[in-house]
């Protein structure tokens, strides 16, 4: 595997390792406030990538189909949803400051179990958009570059330190040692250039539906943002911090794309 698709899979996974250390280094509880931000910055930076750095380029690998381009962005983004739905009600998890268990057989595993798994799952969609973008630069498709998928890349990289501070800093909260805290929020991440790896390997079969992939990524991510982030930013007293955090994501993530792609 060439050394430069390396970077593009491994970044947004030491972004995660790098907001896990913070456990080690920050003192006290995460307040409201600053996981509101952090939250909110991921749900902008998710929005925007979901948008310029997957249905887009959807759009532009389907010219060929002329008016009917959106096709498959539209079929792509609901498949995107409608696997996130399903696995949003099968699989154990339990969401930060949330005591109440999601998907089957959630008493089987224990609350830090659950809410590595909801990062966990969260961030599937993000590894499988880091590796369908690396497969579509690979292919040789003029709509996705080198400096667009390492945008993406970076952009994933940097929405992924606040995660990884996100799920550990709780857990240190919770009376977990710092280095056990740190240790699952790294594997939370994990799962990211896993799935990465494994579409870059599909490649060679899905070449010819990497529009459909693009869009599924994106239905995966923006389902992730509308479930989870927004009312995670959104929650208790009022603020609109989380909003504003939003806005610096999405814009930050927007920059990234058109200025390095």
């Given at each position: ?35 509101r931000s952090l939250t909110g910055f991921a749900a902008g930076v998710m929005v925007a990538a979901s948008v310029w750095s997957l249905i887009i380029p959807a759009m532009n690998q389907s010219e060929h189909m002329g008016k009917f381009a959106f096709v498959p962005a539209l079929i792509g983004v609901w498949l995107g949803f409608m696997a996130m739905l399903f696995l949003d009600s099968f699989v154990p998890h339990m969401h930060i400051n949330s005591q109440c268990p999601e998907g089957k057989n959630c008493n089987s595993l ?152």
């Amino acid at each position: 595997m060439k050394s430069e698709v390396l970077l593009v899979i491994l970044m947004p996974f030491v972004g995660t390792v790098i907001g896990s250390a913070g456990v080690f280094f920050l003192k006290g509880k995460m307040g409201d406030k600053l996981q509101r931000s952090l939250t909110g910055f991921a749900a902008g930076v998710m929005v925007a990538a979901s948008v310029w750095s997957l249905i887009i380029p959807a759009m532009n690998q389907s010219e060929h189909m002329g008016k009917f381009a959106f096709v498959p962005a539209l079929i792509g983004v609901w498949l995107g949803f409608m696997a996130m739905l399903f696995l949003d009600s099968f699989v154990p998890h339990m969401h930060i400051n949330s005591q109440c268990p999601e998907g089957k057989n959630c008493n089987s595993l224990g609350k830090s179990a659950m809410m590595v798994m909801a990062v966990a799952l969260h961030n599937l969609p993000e590894g499988m958009a880091v590796g369908v973008v690396a497969a579509s630069w690979l292919s040789g498709n003029e709509s996705v570059t080198f400096a667009a998928a390492v945008a993406f890349s970076i952009g994933i990289a940097i929405q992924n330190m606040p995660e990884g501070a996100i799920i550990s800093m709780p857990l240190k909260s919770n009376g977990m040692k710092k280095g056990k805290a740190f240790g699952y929020g790294v594997i939370s991440g994990a799962v990211e250039p896993l799935g990465a790896i494994i579409t870059i390997l599909l490649s060679a079969f899905v070449v010819p539906v990497l529009p459909y992939l693009l869009s599924f990524a994106a239905g995966a991510m923006l389902y992730v943002v509308v479930e989870e982030l927004i009312p995670e930013m959104s929650q208790g007293k009022h603020s609109n911090i989380g909003t504003v955090f939003f806005a610096v994501g999405f814009t930050l993530m927007m920059v990234l794309d058109v200025a390095l792609g």
